[in-house]
Nanobody, 115 residues
Framework: QVQLVQSGGGLVQAGGSLTLSCAAS????????MEWFRQAPGMPRELVAS???????HYWNSVEGRFTISRDNDKNVWQLQMDSLKPEDTAVYYC?????????WGQGIEVTVSS
C-alpha cells in the first residue's frame, strides 16, 4: 500500500506562484510514476504533469513552461511548482500513483487563482 498526503495550495493572484507537495509513505519502492491531476468544477479530471523514476517528465499543453514537477528522493516527496498562474488553473489538484495493483490518490488540495 502507498499513502499520499498532499500539502500546499491556497489562494493566489493571477501571475503568482504556488508549490504543491505530495509525501508518499508505505511501499514507496513500488512507485514508478507520479502524476498530478486537477479537476475544475463541472469538468472532468485532467492530467497536468507526470514524472517517472528516471526523472522523465511530461506536461499537459496548457501548463508546459509554467509548471515544474520534481521529486525529492531523500524525503519521498513529489512537488508541483506552479508559476505564472492563471484563473483557469483554479481546480482541486491530486497526486496519484499506481503501485501495479492499485491506483492511490492524495486527498486533493484546492488551488484558487483570482483575476
Amino acid at each position: 500500500q502507498v499513502q499520499l498526503v498532499q500539502s500546499g495550495g491556497g489562494l493566489v493572484q493571477a501571475g503568482g506562484s504556488l508549490t504543491l507537495s505530495c509525501a508518499a509513505s508505505g511501499n514507496i519502492f513500488s512507485i514508478n510514476t507520479m502524476e498530478w491531476f486537477r479537476q475544475a468544477p463541472g469538468m472532468p479530471r485532467e492530467l497536468v504533469a507526470s514524472i517517472n523514476k528516471n526523472g522523465y517528465t511530461h506536461y499537459w499543453n496548457s501548463v508546459e513552461g509554467r509548471f515544474t514537477i520534481s521529486r525529492d528522493n531523500d524525503k519521498n516527496v513529489w512537488q508541483l511548482q506552479m508559476d505564472s498562474l492563471k484563473p483557469e488553473d483554479t481546480a482541486v489538484y491530486y497526486c496519484t500513483t499506481d503501485d501495479g495493483h492499485t491506483r492511490h490518490w492524495g486527498q486533493g488540495i484546492e488551488v484558487t487563482v483570482s483575476s
